[in-house]
């Protein structure tokens, strides 16, 4: 079996060496063979239309006129995806690692809302967590073609997360001068009754989102408030900026690590590979090589 496609989501589990176990590993958390490309696109398929179920059964016109065929469906789908997750569970040697894991916990989540409700009907709120199905699919897509572009993100976010909470402290802090300034400037009379109030309408303001239950009515007031519109068009690029600037530079230093394969001599292999994309050879953990 090529082994190209491994990645440290699907080995951390545990594979089997031999046998049906192996064999339903390579399915259900592989997706370099035949069948496992056609199990992920059952699997899409599957999810998608448990949360048009979903969705459909949450307009009441049509849960009145077909409850009973979206019930089935609902049923179906739970059916479904607790076999997958069962044999998930069998074919997995570290069982305990995939329970506690990310894609675990959704899993388990994507079914459990259907059975709770059925035996505790006062918990049939809780049938709103089926959306969660949804985040399924990024399984499939950490898998394939996005791994690259996935984990540059989260690298990206988690590089740049202190600047962030940094600027929202800013941000937060610019809000309650402001937010005051307007309380005095206005006052209860229209509307800022109170300094959390008139920090709620700077909020609102900066982030042009603008809702419109709060408006200034003295001349100073609509000045303040045009300056802050302003302002937060600047503010709301921030972040971007440096998440964007975390990317770029990881991309320099990526370009600048490369790793080799000591069995066909293959260069440039990416940092976090575990296995060669030409032969399919394990790399060696950790090593990273200046090419």
């Not at 409850?67 to 069962?86: A, H, I, K, N």
């Not at 740049?160 to 005095?184: E, H, N, P, W």
């Amino acid at each position: 079996m090529n082994t190209t496609a491994a990645t440290p989501v699907q080995t951390s589990f545990g594979k089997p060496a031999r046998g049906l176990r192996r064999d339903l590993y390579a399915i259900l958390f592989e997706s370099d063979t035949r069948t496992g490309r056609l199990f992920d696109f059952v699997l899409i398929s599957a999810v998608l239309l448990s949360i048009l179920v979903v969705l459909l059964d949450s307009v009441r016109s049509i849960e009145l006129r077909h409850g009973q065929l979206l019930s089935v469906l609902e049923w179906s789908f739970t059916l479904l995806f607790t076999l997958e997750y069962c044999a998930r569970l069998y074919c997995v040697d570290n069982r305990l690692r995939y329970l506690t894991s990310f894609f675990g916990v959704i899993d388990l989540l994507a079914i459990l809302p259907t059975y709770v409700a059925f035996f505790v009907p006062e918990a049939h709120a809780l049938l709103d967590v089926r959306i969660l199905r949804l985040v399924r699919i990024f399984r499939i897509l950490k898998l394939t073609l996005y791994v690259a572009e996935y984990s540059a993100l989260g690298q990206a976010l988690r590089a740049s997360r202190r600047k962030i909470v940094v600027f929202i402290a800013f941000v937060l802090m610019l809000d309650l001068l402001l937010g005051t300034l307007m309380y005095v400037i206005e006052g209860p009379e229209y509307g800022f009754s109170s300094i959390p109030v008139a920090m709620y309408w700077a909020i609102v303001t900066m982030t042009t989102v603008g809702y419109g239950d709060l408006t200034p009515h003295t001349d100073a007031g609509r000045l303040l408030a045009s300056a802050m519109m302003l302002l937060g068009w600047g503010i709301l690029a921030v972040p971007t900026g440096i998440v964007t600037s975390e990317m770029a530079a990881q991309r320099v230093t990526r370009a600048l690590r490369t790793r080799t394969c000591r069995v066909c001599n293959t260069t440039g292999l990416e940092p976090e590979a575990n296995f060669c994309q030409a032969c399919g050879a394990a790399l060696p953990p950790e090593r990273l090589e200046q090419g």
